[in-house]
T-cell receptor, first 111, second 115 residues
Framework: DQQVKQNSPSLSVQEGRISILNCDYTNSMFDYFLWYKKYPAEGPTFLISISSIKDKNEDGRFTVFLNKSAKHLSLHIVPSQPGDSAVYFCAASDRGSRLTFGEGTQLTVNP | GAGVSQSPSNKVTEKGKDVELRCDPISGHTALYWYRQSLGQGLEFLIYFQGNSAPDKSGLPSDRFSAERTGGSVSTLTIQRTQQEDSAVYLC?????????????FGNGTRLTVT
């Protein structure tokens, strides 16, 4: 039972353009959502988060949008840079319990 | 400052052998998690320690897997009688408290290969 799903295993964009990574969830009890970035041979690193009481959170080039009615969140990166190339994981938690992760999306930003 | 440290970084073992994976969390972090990532898969939750509470073991895939956390700090994940399907990257993470406002800090993982 995959409660957090990232349906796109990969995404390729040109440098300077917008990257949009999507994530869907099924558990309506999830109330906190995070995005992590992972480079090869390294552990995931925290990128940005959003509480269910908000619908948008912005941090520099990164913005996360939450649509609770659709149980959907997205990460926007603009402008995209080659150094953003990594695997991006969406994660969710239920009242501070363990994080449930999606399968990840490999983002490639081409120079 | 030191991050989450995991050892060994790589482990190759024969099927049927036992292995121990170690995690040193960030000092002062009360929450500690073990996840694993199999090839081409997402992060699969294994076990969660929070302070002195009983651990959440609901993600352990079989009774061959166990974990302990001594003194609220170092944790060891033990896999007995390893099988080839146990091959994965095992990731440890810690956080100061609960998830909100204190995202998990991950180590670089232990890549386990069972031959």
């Amino acid at each position: 039972d995959q409660q957090v799903k990232q349906n796109s295993p990969s995404l390729s964009v040109q440098e300077g353009r917008i990257s949009i990574l999507n994530c869907d969830y099924t558990n309506s009890m999830f109330d906190y959502f995070l995005w992590y970035k992972k480079y090869p041979a390294e552990g995931p690193t925290f990128l940005i988060s959003i509480s269910s009481i908000k619908d948008k959170n912005e941090d520099g080039r990164f913005t996360v949008f939450l649509n609770k009615s659709a149980k959907h969140l997205s990460l926007h990166i603009v402008p995209s840079q080659p150094g953003d190339s990594a695997v991006y994981f969406c994660a969710a938690s239920d009242r501070g319990s363990r994080l449930t992760f999606g399968e990840g999306t490999q983002l490639t930003v081409n120079p | 400052g030191a991050g989450v440290s995991q050892s060994p970084s790589n482990k190759v073992t024969e099927k049927g052998k036992d292995v121990e994976l170690r995690c040193d969390p960030i000092s002062g972090h009360t929450a500690l998690y073990w996840y694993r990532q199999s090839l081409g898969q997402g992060l699969e939750f294994l076990i969660y320690f929070q302070g002195n509470s009983a651990p959440d073991k609901s993600g352990l895939p079989s009774d061959r897997f166990s974990a302990e956390r001594t003194g609220g700090s170092v944790s060891t994940l033990t896999i007995q009688r390893t099988q080839q399907e146990d091959s994965a990257v095992y990731l440890c993470a810690s956080s100061p408290s609960r998830v909100e406002g204190s995202p998990l800090h991950f180590g670089n993982g232990t890549r386990l290969t069972v031959t």
